[in-house]
Nanobody
Framework: QVQLVESGGGLVQAGGSLRLSCAASGIIFSAYAMNWYRQAPGKQRELVAIISSGGTTNYAESVKGRFTISRDNAKNTVYLQMNYLKPEDTAVYYC????????WGQGTQVTVSS
């Protein structure tokens, strides 16, 4: 059974930082790209960052220079370090595993107050 469990969300003031974690089980974690998406109220889910199995990263323009995605294959965990947070970063953040079937985590709420 595949599970992706996010943690690390919360309430933070603008300019602050949070680190999200996504622990995966039931997949060969090191073989797949991992992604972070987010969905704000009333908006479509959008890709925030992706890290390939080899460690190559890409980011949405809106978070470049502020967010960093990384992975620890020994811990089957992907991280999203979020710095200089803005109110517009407020959303539910989801982890997604790019396996053939694709798997989502349950999401973790990030709220940035102004």
């Amino acid at each position: 059974q595949v599970q992706l469990v996010e943690s690390g969300g919360g309430l933070v003031q603008a300019g602050g930082s949070l680190r999200l974690s996504c622990a995966a089980s039931g997949i060969i974690f090191s073989a797949y790209a991992m992604n972070w998406y987010r969905q704000a109220p009333g908006k479509q889910r959008e890709l925030v960052a992706i890290i390939s199995s080899g460690g190559t990263t890409n980011y949405a323009e809106s978070v470049k220079g502020r967010f960093t995605i990384s992975r620890d294959n020994a811990k089957n965990t992907v991280y999203l370090q979020m710095n200089y947070l803005k109110p517009e970063d407020t959303a539910v953040y989801y982890c997604y595993a790019s396996t053939l079937s694709g798997y989502w985590g349950q999401g973790t709420q990030v709220t940035v107050s102004s």
